[in-house]
C-alpha cells in the first residue's frame, strides 16, 4: 500500500473538532471555572502523555471476565456503570486528569471489548492518532493481563509523533492507515523508532492523550483480551455532577463519539 500524506491533516482535524463542532468552546469554559487547582498532579500523563494506573483488583477482574463470558452486558444497568466510574477516577488519576485537562472532566463514552486471537485485524491495530478534541484522554483498563507476544496497546514516542503529524500520515483516512511504518522511515533516511508496550497487570489502565500519542492495538496470542475504555473530556462540572446534568457516559458504539455540539448547548 502506498502510504498517504496530507500535512494539513492534523491542522484541519483540530479546526473541525476544537473550532467547528465547539470542544474547544467548552475547554475553554471548563478552565474558566475550574477551582481545584491546588489538586492537580503532573507526570507522565503530561509529559509522555501516557501512564499506567491501577484501577481494579485481581479478583474484581476476575468476576468482570466471569460476567462478560456468561454474556452479561456490564454497563447495561446505568447506576452500575456510575459505580464503576467511580472505583475508575481514584485519587491519583483524578489529579492527573485534573493536571492535564486544568479543567474538571467527564466520562463521554465507555466500552467493554473482549478481543479473542482469532479476531481479524483492522484499522485498530495500524499506527494512528484518534480523532475528535485535541483535549482528549482515552483509558483503556486491562481485565486479563498483557503478554509478551500480544493483547497489548503499542506507543510510540512524542518526538516521532510530532514528526508523523508534521509529515501528515497522523489523522489520514483510516482505511488509509498502515501497521508498519518501517518502508516510510527508509524513505526519509530515518532510524525506526522504539515501540513502547507497556506490562499490564489485570486491573492497571494505560491513559494516554489520544489525539496526540501513536499507538496501535496489538492483537491477543494467547488468550482473550477483556478491557474497559473510557473515552474522558473536559467538563465544567466535576463528573458526576456533568454525568447527571447529561446522561453519560454513553455506550461507545451506539452513537459517534464525536459530533457538533448544537449551538444552544455551547457556553
Not at 485485524?121 to 492518532?129: A, I, Q, R, Y
Request: charge should be negative; charged fraction near 25%; aromatic fraction near 10%.
Amino acid at each position: 500500500m502506498t502510504i498517504q500524506l496530507n500535512p494539513l491533516a492534523s491542522t484541519e482535524q483540530k479546526n473541525l473538532c476544537d473550532t467547528k463542532w465547539g470542544y474547544g468552546r467548552v475547554h475553554q469554559d471548563a478552565r474558566k471555572k475550574f477551582t481545584r487547582s491546588a489538586s492537580m498532579v503532573f507526570g507522565d500523563l503530561n509529559n509522555e502523555r501516557v501512564e499506567k494506573f491501577k484501577i481494579f483488583t485481581e479478583d474484581e477482574c476476575a468476576e468482570f471476565r466471569r460476567r462478560i463470558d456468561a454474556g452479561e452486558d456490564i454497563l447495561a444497568d446505568r447506576d452500575e456503570t456510575l459505580k464503576i466510574m467511580e472505583r475508575v477516577f481514584n485519587p491519583e488519576l483524578d489529579a492527573r486528569l485534573i493536571a492535564f485537562f486544568n479543567s474538571e472532566y467527564v466520562p463521554e463514552g465507555v466500552q467493554v471489548e473482549k478481543v479473542l486471537p482469532t479476531e481479524t485485524p483492522h484499522h485498530s491495530d495500524c499506527w494512528h492518532c484518534d480523532g475528535g478534541p485535541n483535549k482528549q484522554v482515552v483509558m483503556i483498563i486491562y481485565l486479563s493481563p498483557s503478554e509478551a507476544d500480544g493483547a497489548n496497546t503499542v506507543f510510540a514516542d512524542p518526538t516521532n509523533t510530532e514528526y508523523l503529524k508534521a509529515l501528515g500520515y497522523l489523522f489520514c483516512p483510516i482505511e488509509a492507515r498502515v501497521d508498519d511504518l518501517t518502508p516510510l522511515y527508509d524513505h526519509y533516511g530515518l532510524a525506526p523508532f522504539e515501540e513502547n508496550a507497556i506490562d499490564l497487570a489485570a486491573g492497571d489502565a494505560v491513559v494516554f492523550q489520544a489525539a496526540n500519542i501513536m499507538h496501535k492495538r496489538s492483537l491477543p496470542k494467547i488468550g482473550p483480551r477483556y478491557v474497559l475504555v473510557v473515552c474522558v473530556l473536559p467538563s465544567p462540572l466535576p463528573w458526576r455532577e456533568a454525568c447527571e446534568v447529561k446522561a453519560r457516559p454513553f455506550k461507545i458504539g451506539d452513537q459517534d463519539t464525536f459530533n457538533q455540539i448544537p449551538e444552544d448547548q455551547l457556553p
